[in-house]
């Protein structure tokens, strides 16, 4: 399994941008699609989860209501819409994939996120 995360950048407080995740080789046990983020000296920490199969969400509660995960299956894309970006979700975000939401099989490389205040 190939995950490959793009879309990361700097933006004011307030402001937006869309997550991608390329998906390559995912089979039965790749269900969950998944967001982490992760700040130098703290642990990574769960943002959101789609199945891919039937498409059904999960966020964390610092994020629900101003993020979007979703999935486009014909592109084998995973996507994270942040909207009202705060100071505080500044990280590095990580898109996974995996049988269980909270302990991903697969990993892909970070993409830097920065919100200014």
């Known amino acids: 399994v190939q995950l490959q995360a793009s879309g990361g950048g700097s933006v004011q407080a307030g402001g937006s941008l869309r997550l991608s995740c390329a998906t390559s080789g995912r089979t039965f046990s790749t269900d969950v699609m998944a967001w982490f983020r992760q700040v130098p000296g703290k642990e990574r920490e769960f943002v959101a989860r789609?199945?891919?199969?039937?498409?059904?969400?999960a966020y964390a509660d610092s994020v629900k209501g101003r993020f979007t995960i979703s999935r486009d299956m014909a592109k084998n894309t995973v996507y994270l819409q942040m909207n009202n970006l705060k100071p505080e979700d500044t990280a590095v975000y990580y898109c996974a994939s995996g049988y269980r939401t909270y302990s991903p099989d697969y990993w892909g490389q970070g993409t830097q996120v920065t919100v200014s205040s």
């Open positions: 789609i199945f891919w199969s039937v498409g059904s969400t």
